[in-house]
């Protein structure tokens, strides 16, 4: 794993300086309550408040240290991978006006014409596709793009 900013890992440090400073402002706390003996409290089971208040300053420090880590962009070097193919670019224009719903046969055109440009896609493999829809005006529902199943999808 690489980081783009490697530099920003370095407020890493800050992090035991802050759980640091904690300990020493809870040892610097002084008791509010004054009594003359303790011997009535020590029969007491602590509750869960005092096994989870420290809990907060523990999730602030995770939050800062997992935002110090997004800060240096940790990055994949193993994740692109150079692919060369030939194919060439195709830009379907599908028409989606009320004319491509009529019911001259089943399905109607529409459909029909969703079924031909699927079938078109799956054997271009190699080729770059986009879909522009149009009805009056132009709209480009996906840019040239080799993930032909998000072509198909945006067409449904």
Not at 19 to 45: C, E
Not at 111 to 118: G, L, N, S
Not at 121 to 146: A, K
């Amino acid at each position: 794993m690489e980081f783009h900013n490697p530099d920003y890992l370095f407020l890493l440090i800050l992090i035991p300086v802050l759980a640091g400073w904690y300990i020493w402002k809870l040892r610097q706390q002084h008791a509010t309550l004054q009594i003359s003996s303790t011997t009535a409290f020590t029969k007491l089971k602590p509750t869960f408040r005092v096994w989870f208040r420290h809990s907060l300053f523990i999730f602030r420090l995770l939050a800062i240290t997992l935002l110090i880590i997004v800060l240096a962009r940790p990055q994949s070097s193993n994740s692109w991978k150079n692919i060369s193919t030939k194919g060439i670019d195709i830009i379907l224009d599908m028409d989606i006006s009320g004319s491509m719903l009529a019911q001259d046969f089943k399905p109607d055109r529409l459909e029909a014409a969703k079924e031909v440009a699927t079938e078109f896609i799956n054997g271009r493999p190699n080729d770059r596709i986009g879909l522009v829809v149009f009805s009056g005006e132009s709209f480009t529902q996906c840019p040239l793009t080799t993930d032909h199943a998000s072509v198909i999808n945006l067409m449904k």
